[in-house]
């Protein structure tokens, strides 16, 4: 079990995702965002978190797969990506489990709409698949600069 890595599961839709822990600084509730404007529809704007200005990414529009609307299970992951704190919406984080490298499958070219270099892999849970997201390659270059120009106006 030494090799097992910690994955946060979290939702998107009807589909479970998976993040390693080690992504993820912490796990908050939805409040309220303020709107920036000008920038990217998946950018939906900032918070202030413990005294940090965060920029609110929505993950499922990032990702090109839809959006829903937001509910009492809503969550943003707060992560950290080329020394910039981002959080990302999802809609509900569920559970932090260990996943066994030898259960995990090279991502296939597309999986549900999601481009294939946002996906490490594909876990083989009991529950069904698990996609495995990496966050650090969530963002191209000119979408980091435009994040980090959120947080310097």
Known sequence: MENTAKTIIF???????????????????????????????FIKGIINLRGEVIPIIDLKERLNIGNQAHT????VLIIDIENVTAGL?????????DIDPSIIDPAPQMVSGIDQEY????????AGLLILLDFKKILDQD??????????D
């Open 89 to 97: 919406i999802v809609d509900e984080a569920k559970d932090v489990v």
């Open 72 to 75: 009492i299970e809503t969550r």
């Open 143 to 152: 979408e980091m600069e435009e994040v980090k120009e959120v947080i310097e």
């Open 119 to 126: 996906i490490k892999g594909v876990a083989k849970l009991e």
């Open 11 to 41: 939702q998107l839709k009807e589909q479970q995702y998976g993040v390693d822990i080690q992504q993820v600084r912490s796990i908050e509730r939805l409040q309220d965002v303020t709107e920036v404007p000008n920038t990217s529809d």
